[in-house]
């Protein structure tokens, strides 16, 4: 096949063939975006919480006094611990996906000067750690004696767990157990590393930071109380929360059940990620219309080619052109202005990421959403080109000895 | 001449009805995805007091003796006492502080269980100053916020929740374990965003949407409100972590805002040298370290340094405009194409002495009618894509209505796009050499 009369025929129709070289190269730009930004979206929603989301479920209380803690968390742990198929309960501040309780920012000396970054802290009594299913990589699980008690906001020396990701962050490349860290007059030093441990809101601070979890072995008290973390048979989880709402507001009728946390770990964990996944339905929405309208435009302007060059072609089959040809001619057409929109759709669609860049947390387009990119609108164009072109090669030959 | 140019060109319409739906389909989705996310950026982007938002102000001084280097933005709060100083020196029109914190609300003469709901505490000058709106009764007096008088005024949603609507003042609210009493109930009022309580924007990551939640349930004087619900605050940020947990007074915490209302720019720059002049005083008495480090930002400032609209809002917008001008892109081919076509008639009528500008005029009427017919898609799936949007679990989507100002853009959008889409190949079509088209006949 010969290029050299497409071209020319290509340039006798400048302004089609340019505005739609525009129309993939924009095209081709916005896709290999909107993937990309769909890419992120779904990795975000894959984060692994270290939890086990599937078994737990979270009770919380509101409205009661502090100085009732103590007492409310008797009725309501014995009260809780009576429902049937009920695995485990303990007291813990709060979990991944639920309401964000223990935020700090920390430092790694006691002078508070080296900023460590913002972490979430878990305040869980005994038991809590076994029940989320916390996996411990290195150094030792909290002994009976690690739980302390406290007053305030953490007791004000503890040996904690933090998360590889937080240990990695605050002390590179080096071991972290033993090591120290400090908030304003509070100590801590780490006597085991976790493998996973989602903050609260991950990604509410960053995709970077979505890990960086401490957690703090403690004694449920006045400081800790009202927010219950219940373990079931996944099997049986939905039964036994229902079972666990019934039961609090008759064992606590004074206080108030916060209806949107008291639910199974991976209804809240479906709730927070809810906005990216409605942003990744409109991008998909938006990639799917993008194409259609991309392969209608081509349809529309290769039908027009076709009827204009309904002589040519006849005369072209009169001498000896097979229906093949035609239909390749055709063809290596679109090939041709499809790949000089890629061409230019690669620059775009890098100068919009670094646009992207500045605007939104989003890393650098990796280089592969190119080539990928570019066979789909090369598939594209194919596909929407075949209509038009198998009508072409349909023309009949004696068209060129009529008149119109 | 239009009518004959507008019945021309419905002819040519219907003459090729594949090319002329393929045209309208591309138009109106693509104004359909432009205008849905545009109104929602025009919802979440407004002024929420259009007629007195330049004369209100939010003061911050830096409190925080803790912070390391100069150029730091100050917090986004105060402390207590820097706050309160500066709301009874009254050195503006007006000033009201700001807090708001969680509740426990039960109406002892109704029988239905407590619920958690959202209080602010504030001064009596917070309904003046942001024109808010009452349906039973009215706020409460200077008096009662300096005798910590145990009143409330209460939003129309929990009005209705509680008291089904009825006309509630006088009515006993228990807030906590103290009993208020009700001395005005709001009209429905939905500022957007909630502006007065807007702050650590830009701390959000772009998640900014709780900024559009809808204003509190209970509004109650400043000094009761801290009493009634002591030990449940929460502060915007702590230097050093306060003794007793949600008791903020003396803490080394930032958690109250202060809004003042100034008429003019003498008054806005004596209130900086105020602002200034305050926090050197507290430098010299050795409370603050950053004296210069003042702030006093208009409304629309506030919201824009606190970046309000949501990023993902944005984001939604430039893509849906992205695929707009793809969209233009291709209505420019197939007009081309559909002009080119009928080159032939073109060269009679230029033959016959119709003017170039007689053909581009029939030609931008032919593209302006497309433009119509895909604003009314358009308008439908604008119609179609708020109500998707309605259904989203985020703060603002109850917000989420076509205005009329949005509804006229729709369709002037609509046009414009399709002049834009039709100028180009109206004017190669005014340029078809009569001559050779005769020929070719």
């Known amino acids: ?404 | 001449m239009f009518t004959y140019y507008l019945d021309l060109a419905l002819r040519s319409l219907k003459r090729n009805r594949v090319l002329t739906a393929l045209m309208v389909i591309a138009i109106a989705v693509g104004i359909g995805a432009s205008m849905t996310t545009l109104t929602v950026m025009h919802l979440l982007s407004g002024d929420p007091l259009p007629n007195k938002s330049g004369t209100l102000f939010y003061a911050q001084v830096d409190a925080d003796p803790t912070r390391t280097g100069d150029n730091i933005e100050p917090l986004d709060m105060m402390d207590y006492h820097s706050a309160v100083d500066l709301w009874s020196a009254h050195r503006a029109d007006r000033q009201t502080l700001i807090v708001d914190s969680d509740i426990k609300l039960l109406a002892p003469d109704v029988n239905l269980p407590p619920l958690m709901g959202t209080m602010l505490s504030t001064t009596v000058d917070f309904f003046p100053m942001f024109d808010v709106p009452f349906q039973y009764g009215g706020s409460w007096t200077a008096q009662d916020d300096a005798k910590h008088a145990r009143v409330a005024v209460i939003s129309a949603d929990l009005n209705a929740k509680l008291f089904g609507g009825a006309a509630s003042v006088g009515r006993t609210l228990r807030l906590r374990d103290t009993d208020v009493r009700i001395v005005g109930v709001l009209k429905p009022w939905r500022p957007s965003p909630q502006f007065y309580t807007v702050r650590g924007g830009r701390f959000a990551h772009g998640d900014t949407a709780d900024f559009y939640a809808r204003p509190e349930d209970v509004i109650t004087p400043f000094t009761s409100g801290l009493e009634i619900n002591d030990g449940n605050f929460q502060s915007f940020t702590c230097w050093h972590i306060p003794d007793q947990p949600g008791h903020l007074i003396n803490a080394p915490c930032a958690w109250v805002g202060l809004w003042v209302e100034l008429g003019s720019a003498t008054k806005v720059s004596d209130y900086r040298h105020f602002l200034a002049g305050y926090a050197a005083q507290q430098k010299a008495l050795g409370r603050f370290t950053h004296a210069d480090n003042t702030r006093l930002r208009e409304l629309m400032q506030w919201l824009d340094f606190n970046g309000v609209v949501p990023s993902d809002v944005c984001l939604q917008m430039w893509l849906a405009f992205a695929f707009l001008a793809i969209c233009l892109f291709n209505t420019v081919g197939l007009l081309l194409a559909k002009f080119l076509r009928r080159s032939g008639e073109i060269g009679v009528r230029r033959a016959l002495g119709a003017s170039r500008a007689a053909v581009f005029a029939q030609c931008l009427v032919e593209a302006g009618l497309i433009g119509l017919l895909g604003g009314i898609g358009g308008w439908l799936l604008t119609m179609a894509g708020l109500w998707l949007v309605r259904r989203q679990p985020t703060a603002y989507a109850d917000l989420a209505h076509l205005d009329v100002s949005m509804f006229l853009t729709t369709f002037v959008l609509a046009v414009v796009v399709s002049l834009l889409a039709g100028a180009l190949p109206a004017l190669r079509a005014s340029r078809v050499a009569p001559g050779l088209q005769l020929k070719t006949l």
């Open chain 1, 1 to 404: 096949m010969q290029i050299q009369p497409i071209l020319a025929a290509l340039r006798k129709h400048r302004l089609a063939t340019l505005l739609i070289v525009l129309e993939i190269a924009l095209a081709c730009a916005v896709l290999c975006n909107a993937c990309f930004l769909i890419a992120n979206r779904l990795g975000m929603m894959q984060l692994v919480s270290g939890v086990d989301e599937s078994s737990l479920a979270f009770i919380r209380l509101t409205g009661y006094d502090d100085k009732i803690t103590a007492d409310l968390n008797a009725r309501v742990l014995a009260g809780l611990r009576a429902i049937p198929g009920m695995q485990s309960v303990s007291v813990i501040n709060t979990v991944p996906f639920a309401q964000q309780r223990g935020a700090s920012g920390i430092t790694t000396d006691a002078a508070g000067q080296h900023f460590g970054g913002v972490v979430d802290f878990y305040t869980g009594a005994p038991g809590s750690i076994e029940e989320l299913g916390l996996r411990v990589v290195a150094g030792q699980r909290p002994q009976a004696d690690d739980y302390r008690s406290f007053s305030n906001f953490l007791p004000t020396d503890a040996r904690v767990l933090v998360t590889q990701s937080l240990a990695e962050h605050l002390w590179p490349g080096a071991d972290p157990l033993g090591r120290e860290f400090w908030m304003d007059k509070y100590h801590f030093r780490v006597m085991g590393v976790l493998a996973h441990l989602a903050v609260a809101r991950p990604g509410g601070r960053g995709a970077n930071s979505a890990d960086w979890s401490v957690f703090v072995p403690v004694q449920a008290g006045s400081s800790l109380g009202g927010s219950y973390l219940l373990r079931a048979d996944p099997a049986n989880l939905p039964r036994v929360l229902r079972e666990a709402h019934a039961v609090v507001t008759k064992v606590a009728p004074d206080t108030v059940l916060d209806r949107d946390e008291s639910r199974t770990v991976s209804a809240l964990r479906h709730t927070w990620f809810q906005r990216d996944r409605t942003m990744t339905g409109m991008l998909l929405g938006v990639i799917v219309a993008l194409l259609l309208v991309t392969a209608l435009g081509i349809v529309g302007l290769a039908s027009f080619w076709v009827q204009q060059r309904r002589r040519q072609i006849g005369i072209r089959r009169a001498i000896g052109a097979t229906r093949a040809d035609i239909l390749r001619y055709f063809q290596t057409e679109n090939f041709l202005i499809v790949s000089g929109g890629i061409a230019l759709g690669m620059a775009l669609a890098f100068g919009l990421n670094l646009l992207l860049m500045t605007h939104y947390e989003l890393p650098r387009l990796p280089l592969y959403y190119l080539p990928i990119g570019a066979l789909a609108l090369w598939a594209l164009g194919q596909l929407a080109v075949l209509g038009p072109a198998l009508r072409a090669a349909a023309v009949p030959p004696v068209v060129a000895t009529r008149s119109v």
